[in-house]
């Protein structure tokens, strides 16, 4: 096995394989689509790519059909396994990470004018209510008890930030955004 760097992508194949079982690329870019693809974002021809890397290090094994389309199917090994749970036990140092065009173009709101900023606001409250009402979704369809699924630990982070940022949105849209601190404020003062 050679020393290959991994990235988050190759952690998304390698945690996917070791939950799902052996997989197809085709099979990982349907998972990731109905789970970690509502918060880690990343070009999914990588997971097409990166399986062949991994399996090239040693990390997954591949069987191609040896007729028809000639699938490639990838199978996690015990060097595979060992990367992931080093990986997830391992602290992690690097800080949240939210690349949403929408704070972008609020960064550069001077260029544009207060309607821009009022018709952003709108937009981003009905596309955070809209991923509320999924997530909300899909907690009734799994149970609202994570411990009974793990994987529902990750959707309730999920509901608080988009209610997090459903909540700024709507104070900007309102110009109420000292409310919106002050209320962060006193909240901040009653944890303490």
Same mark, same amino acid.
């Given at each position: 096995?050679? #020393? ?12 996917? /394989?070791?939950?799902? %079982?052996?997989?197809? @690329?085709?099979? =990982?870019?349907?998972?990731? %689509? &109905? ?5 880690? &974002?990343?070009? &999914? ?12 290090a040693?990390?997954l ?5 040896a ?8 199978? /996690?090994?015990?060097?595979?396994? $060992? #990367?992931?749970?080093?990986?997830i ?5 690097? &800080? ?28 981003? !409250?009905?596309?955070?209510? $809209?991923? /509320?009402a ?9 149970? @609202? *008890? ?6 529902? !630990?990750?959707?309730?982070? %999920? /509901?608080?930030? *988009?209610?997090?940022? =459903? +909540?700024?949105?709507?104070? =900007?849209a ?9 209320? +962060? ?8």
């Amino acid at each position: 096995m050679s #020393a290959v760097r991994l990235s988050p992508t190759s952690y998304v194949v390698l945690g996917m /394989i070791s939950l799902r %079982g052996p997989s197809t @690329p085709y099979d =990982l870019k349907r998972a990731v %689509g &109905h789970s970690v693809g509502y918060f880690w &974002h990343f070009p &999914h021809a990588q997971l097409y790519s990166e399986p062949e890397r991994l399996t090239e290090a040693g990390l997954l094994t591949c069987e191609t059909e040896a007729a028809g389309r000639r699938r490639k199917t990838y199978s /996690i090994t015990s060097a595979g396994t $060992e #990367a992931l749970e080093t990986w997830i036990a391992s602290p992690s140092d690097s &800080h949240f990470q939210m690349r949403d065009p929408a704070e972008l173009k609020l960064f550069f709101n001077e260029v544009g004018t207060p309607d821009d900023v009022a018709r952003l606001a709108k937009g981003q !409250i009905a596309r955070h209510e $809209e991923r /509320i009402a999924l997530y909300e979704g899909m907690v009734e369809r799994f149970g @609202p *008890e994570p411990a009974d699924n793990p994987r529902l !630990i990750t959707l309730e982070l %999920g /509901i608080e930030v *988009e209610y997090a940022t =459903l +909540r700024f949105w709507r104070a =900007l849209a309102a110009g109420d955004l000292a409310g919106l601190r002050r209320r +962060r404020t006193a909240g901040s003062a009653d944890q303490a």
